[in-house]
């Protein structure tokens, strides 16, 4: 089965720092593109960013670029979010998500490209 799970939310204070990340299984890791997702209360849930694992290839929000940071391990089959200076805006459930179709990560994710969820894991920023 394929299964994608996100660890490493919390609390945290305006101008810290978390780092996120989403473990896979179940599917060619290196043939994918993980990206990572939020929805605040209320709130469509929006791409952030997103990491083709095949060469790299990386993309941002302009709301997180330069504080959020996208990697991977594929010898691990784990993507990682460093979140840099957050901001009470930042708070919301964080979700990683993954798609066949690498191609795709030239733009900001789009949550209907995405196939498989994790469940999400709460960030929350204090003023």
């Known amino acids: 089965d394929v299964q994608v799970w996100e660890s490493g939310g919390g609390l945290v204070r305006t101008g810290g720092s978390l780092r996120l990340s989403c473990e896979a299984s179940?599917?060619?890791?290196?043939?994918?593109?993980i990206g990572w997702f939020r929805q605040a209360p209320g709130k469509e849930r929006e791409g952030l960013s997103c990491i083709a694992n095949s060469d790299g290839t990386t993309y941002y929000r302009d709301s997180v670029k330069g504080r959020f940071t996208i990697s991977s391990d594929n010898a691990k089959k784990m993507v990682y979010l460093q979140m840099n200076n957050l901001k009470p805006e930042d708070t919301a459930v964080y979700h990683c998500?993954?798609?066949?179709?690498?191609?795709?990560?030239?733009?900001?994710?789009?949550?209907?490209?995405?196939?498989?969820w994790g469940q999400g894991t709460q960030v929350t920023v204090s003023s």
């Open positions: 179940g599917f060619k890791f290196d043939d994918y593109a």
């Open positions: 998500a993954a798609t066949p179709h690498p191609g795709i990560c030239i733009t900001s994710p789009h949550k209907g490209r995405y196939e498989y």
